[in-house]
């Protein structure tokens, strides 16, 4: 069991995956170097964050991100729509471009029939029980469980119950 920073009560269904990613450009020349490149809108069904820095007398701008999606194939298509990006950016401003990217956490959901005991054993203890999806990535073979409004009595709960433990 992972406590999450979703709303207290609430249990994962489907948990995002996560992938960072970097990217360098090198121009030859520091007056090469063009207005921070823009990176496309992420679909409606990815979230991110990508922090830029710049050294304009070196010719040289890091990409640092992280990208969340709930499935395989939004985490692919987010990814791809950022590396395709960068890729135009540096072959019209003749620059040199590394990337790397790492899937951190892939997305995953929970067995319904785990969902379910949890959700029996949370409405016995007295707490109200919801069930959504968490943009919070959950080890595989884990459940996230969200603790945010009653976070000592949540992780009180965890640490008594003979079923579960958090993480």
């Known amino acids: 069991m992972l406590p999450i920073a979703d709303r207290a009560g609430t249990i994962a269904t489907r948990a995002a995956g996560l992938i960072e990613f970097s990217a360098t450009l090198t121009w030859e020349r520091a007056e090469d170097v063009p207005p921070a490149p823009t990176l496309p809108l992420l679909p ?14 070196g010719g040289r701008r ?8 709930l499935s ?4 692919g ?3 791809e729509s950022i590396l395709r990006s960068l890729t135009i950016a ?9 990337t790397r990217a790492a899937r ?3 997305p995953g959901s929970a067995p319904a029939a785990t969902l379910q005991a949890l959700a029996f ?5 007295g707490f109200s029980v919801r069930f959504a999806p968490s943009w919070t990535p959950v080890p595989e073979g884990a459940i996230g469980l ?11 709960f965890l640490a008594t119950h003979p079923s579960w433990e958090p993480l």
């Open 72 to 75: 395989e194939r939004d985490l």
């Open 77 to 79: 298509c987010a990814l």
């Open 62 to 69: 890091e990409i640092l991100g992280e990208l969340l999606a």
């Open 104 to 106: 951190v956490a892939p």
């Open 121 to 125: 054993d949370l409405s016995n203890a």
């Open 44 to 57: 409606e069904t990815a979230r991110g964050s990508v922090v830029e820095t710049e050294d304009p007398a």
């Open 146 to 156: 969200g603790v945010l409004g009653a976070e000592e009595e949540l992780r009180g």
């Open 90 to 98: 540096a072959a019209l401003s003749d620059a040199i471009l590394e």
